[in-house]
């Protein structure tokens, strides 16, 4: 995001939900550690932020029209159960009287201060980039009537997500337009932006456990090594492989609040392992992606059902028809659903948006990932490599719905009047999706871009409610 015309906000604060943002120009410089590998593109669903592609501009004789941005939350703290397992590495090391290895000898001193699942400073700042981004793209689409339509669902770390977006939005056009979150989805009823509403769905256990079971071992056992005594498990391990995305982002997050230019330093956990073993890592988010809420979950996919039909609602300015996920209260109310905006932007999690992808069709695979690693594809199936969760769902993910008007002058039929046609197009983290489900050109100027009409008739299965799908959450 440094291309943004050089404007990065600073939060200067520690409590995020009440942050503020100023006119400081900042950077973040992203680490590259063992050659030319940077490790923070192998941390899966912990990666910090970064572009999949280059965004390019409209093909001449397009407009833009309409956008809707779909945005995960920003960098967190690890979760309860995260933190539970991550305690209880930390301690098992720190209880040895000796290591063999001087890559530990951090850990004599360390204190562990993380919290538990909310948003940090380092977070909140990716939010306010995008907010700052998503204003100077589109600034052509906003006016004081016509302002950004917010939502999030309610987790804390989304709903200060999307308080942190708005900020940047406003501080991008020197607060003349300044959206508000409209709408907070409760996770605790009709929300299409979580995965909490399909009690038969399963999990990716089974897949992940199996891929543990390939890569921890050796890297279990040698520290184990180097710190005798401390018996750790391989589930510590991946553990203890967490710390390093974790801890680096958070120890960011303190630059932040003493106002210095925020850089990240990679944290001394990161040295414990190798860029090979952090694949390993990047390889378990994967196949917990594709398993949980991806197309390797029966009952994935139909969880993102809810969101599409809401988005087929907003481009076609029509009312919303779905029976799975969505509040039809909500729904129904033009002061909660309008359907006249030109910029729409929901917050959610990353397991949802993997749902959403899965459920329009995106990154398609042929073959599923296999639980005994990329290595173990039978000869002549090898991954395809689309499916890689640091470039699906980072922190900060965003996938970005371009409506646009192409066209060219008609001066036979119609008086000279200019006749055009509503076009789509998907972005997922600034990558150009190739939209071959509804016959989108693979190459030339029209590239990755299909016609709103072929768009919504691609979406079959949410417009079919998912098929059957969604009676099976609930079947007994």
């Given at each position: 995001?440094?291309?943004?015309?050089?404007?990065?906000?600073?939060?200067?604060?520690?409590?995020?939900?009440?942050?503020?943002?100023?006119?400081?120009?900042?950077?973040?410089?992203?680490?590259?550690?063992?050659?030319?590998?940077?490790?923070?593109?192998?941390?899966?669903?912990?990666?910090?932020?970064?572009?999949?592609?280059?965004?390019?501009?409209?093909?001449?004789?397009?407009?833009?029209?309409?956008?809707?941005?779909?945005?995960?939350?920003?960098?967190?703290?690890?979760?309860?159960?995260?933190?539970?397992?991550?305690?209880?590495?930390?301690?098992?090391?720190?209880?040895?009287?000796?290591?063999?290895?001087?890559?530990?000898?951090?850990?004599?001193?360390?204190?562990?201060?993380?919290?538990?699942?909310?948003?940090?400073?380092?977070?909140?700042?990716?939010?306010?980039?995008?907010?700052?981004?998503?204003?100077?793209?589109?600034?052509?689409?906003?006016?004081?009537?016509?302002?950004?339509?917010?939502?999030?669902?309610?987790?804390?770390?989304?709903?200060?997500?999307?308080?942190?977006?708005?900020?940047?939005?406003?501080?991008?056009?020197?607060?003349?337009?300044?959206?508000?979150?409209?709408?907070?989805?409760?996770?605790?009823?009709?929300?299409?932006?979580?995965?909490?509403?399909?009690?038969?769905?399963?999990?990716?256990?089974?897949?992940?456990?199996?891929?543990?079971?390939?890569?921890?071992?050796?890297?279990?056992?040698?520290?184990?090594?180097?710190?005798?005594?401390?018996?750790?498990?391989?589930?510590?391990?991946?553990?203890?492989?967490?710390?390093?995305?974790?801890?680096?982002?958070?120890?960011?997050?303190?630059?932040?609040?003493?106002?210095?230019?925020?850089?990240?330093?990679?944290?001394?956990?990161?040295?414990?392992?190798?860029?090979?073993?952090?694949?390993?890592?990047?390889?378990?988010?994967?196949?917990?992606?594709?398993?949980?809420?991806?197309?390797?979950?029966?009952?994935?996919?139909?969880?993102?059902?809810?969101?599409?039909?809401?988005?087929?609602?907003?481009?076609?300015?029509?009312?919303?028809?779905?029976?799975?996920?969505?509040?039809?209260?909500?729904?129904?109310?033009?002061?909660?659903?309008?359907?006249?905006?030109?910029?729409?932007?929901?917050?959610?999690?990353?397991?949802?948006?993997?749902?959403?992808?899965?459920?329009?069709?995106?990154?398609?695979?042929?073959?599923?990932?296999?639980?005994?690693?990329?290595?173990?594809?039978?000869?002549?199936?090898?991954?395809?490599?689309?499916?890689?969760?640091?470039?699906?769902?980072?922190?900060?993910?965003?996938?970005?719905?371009?409506?646009?008007?192409?066209?060219?002058?008609?001066?036979?039929?119609?008086?000279?009047?200019?006749?055009?046609?509503?076009?789509?197009?998907?972005?997922?983290?600034?990558?150009?999706?190739?939209?071959?489900?509804?016959?989108?050109?693979?190459?030339?100027?029209?590239?990755?871009?299909?016609?709103?009409?072929?768009?919504?008739?691609?979406?079959?299965?949410?417009r079919g409610g998912g098929g059957g799908d969604w009676e099976k959450c609930f079947s007994a």
């Amino acid at each position: 995001m440094s291309s943004l015309l050089g404007v990065f906000w600073l939060l200067t604060c520690a409590l995020i939900a009440s942050c503020s943002v100023t006119n400081e120009l900042t950077t973040v410089e992203m680490p590259v550690s063992s050659g030319n590998t940077d490790i923070t593109r192998l941390w899966g669903a912990y990666s910090p932020f970064f572009e999949a592609g280059t965004y390019e501009a409209p093909p001449a004789g397009c407009t833009i029209n309409q956008v809707h941005l779909l945005q995960r939350h920003g960098a967190r703290y690890p979760t309860s159960g995260a933190s539970t397992s991550i305690i209880s590495g930390i301690n098992k090391l720190q209880s040895v009287q000796h290591y063999t290895d001087p890559r530990l000898d951090f850990l004599k001193t360390f204190t562990y201060s993380l919290g538990v699942a909310d948003l940090i400073s380092f977070g909140a700042h990716q939010s306010a980039q995008t907010g700052a981004l998503s204003f100077t793209r589109y600034s052509h689409l906003i006016n004081a009537t016509n302002l950004p339509f917010v939502r999030a669902s309610s987790s804390t770390r989304v709903v200060d997500s999307a308080t942190n977006w708005t900020t940047g939005f406003s501080a991008a056009n020197h607060h003349l337009f300044n959206p508000s979150l409209s709408v907070i989805l409760s996770e605790n009823g009709n929300d299409t932006l979580d995965d909490n509403m399909c009690p038969n769905a399963g999990t990716s256990d089974a897949e992940t456990n199996t891929w543990l079971a390939v890569f921890a071992p050796p890297i279990t056992a040698r520290l184990n090594r180097w710190a005798p005594t401390a018996n750790l498990t391989d589930a510590e391990t991946f553990s203890l492989l967490s710390m390093c995305p974790f801890h680096t982002l958070a120890s960011a997050s303190t630059a932040f609040v003493s106002g210095t230019p925020p850089q990240l330093q990679l944290s001394p956990f990161c040295a414990l392992f190798s860029v090979e073993e952090f694949a390993a890592f990047e390889y378990s988010m994967d196949l917990d992606k594709f398993y949980g809420t991806g197309y390797g979950a029966p009952l994935g996919p139909v969880q993102g059902v809810g969101y599409i039909n809401e988005l087929l609602a907003r481009l076609t300015n029509a009312p919303v028809n779905d029976s799975t996920q969505t509040n039809s209260t909500l729904t129904g109310d033009p002061k909660t659903f309008p359907l006249d905006r030109t910029m729409y932007a929901d917050f959610s999690h990353d397991n949802e948006m993997i749902a959403i992808y899965a459920a329009m069709g995106l990154f398609p695979q042929r073959v599923p990932l296999d639980p005994r690693g990329p290595a173990a594809t039978a000869p002549g199936r090898e991954r395809e490599g689309k499916w890689v969760a640091s470039r699906l769902v980072p922190f900060s993910a965003r996938m970005v719905v371009e409506r646009m008007e192409c066209g060219e002058w008609n001066t036979r039929d119609e008086g000279k009047r200019k006749r055009r046609e509503n076009y789509v197009r998907v972005l997922v983290n600034d990558a150009l999706q190739p939209l071959e489900f509804c016959g989108a050109p693979q190459g030339g100027g029209m590239k990755g871009i299909c016609t709103l009409e072929k768009f919504v008739e691609s979406q079959g299965y949410a417009r079919g409610g998912g098929g059957g799908d969604w009676e099976k959450c609930f079947s007994a």
